[in-house]
Nanobody
Framework: QVQLQESGPCLVKPSQTLSLTCTVS??????????WSWIRQPPGKVLEWIAY???????YYSPFFESRSTISRDTSKNQITLQLTSVTPEDTAVYYC???????????????????WGQGTRVTVSS
């Protein structure tokens, strides 16, 4: 069973860059048909899909985040990373990495729309 674990800072100052890491165990991030997404849930709001990187390394971004986000991977460490630049308090959220197999969910209604997901990491943007 594939397991995902997010890590990153709890507190980031406005205008800084947020860097998050998703460490995957129980499976390889290069497994054919796997798509790895970053999603988030701001307080009191619905899930927001940010970006994905697929098993071959191809990436795709939500138009809302494309200008200031970068998703990447480290195959030697079996990790997926997300960088979000120029953060504001509106970027305060719980950030999740999530797995889909054979397709991508870009309008998630719930975490169960994904095959597997991490416990999430809470990030607060505040000075």
């Amino acid at each position: 069973q594939v397991q995902l674990q997010e890590s990153g800072p709890c507190l980031v100052k406005p205008s800084q860059t947020l860097s998050l890491t998703c460490t995957v165990s129980g499976g390889s991030i290069t497994t054919a048909s796997y798509y790895w997404s970053w999603i988030r849930q701001p307080p009191g709001k619905v899930l927001e899909w940010i970006a994905y990187i697929c098993y071959s390394g191809v990436t795709y971004y939500s138009p809302f985040f494309e200008s200031r986000s970068t998703i990447s991977r480290d195959t030697s460490k079996n990790q997926i990373t997300l960088q979000l630049t120029s953060v504001t308090p509106e970027d305060t959220a719980v950030y999740y990495c999530a797995l889909t197999d054979g397709g991508v969910v870009v309008m998630p209604k719930r975490l169960e729309d994904y095959a597997s997901w991490g416990q999430g990491t809470r990030v607060t943007v505040s000075s």
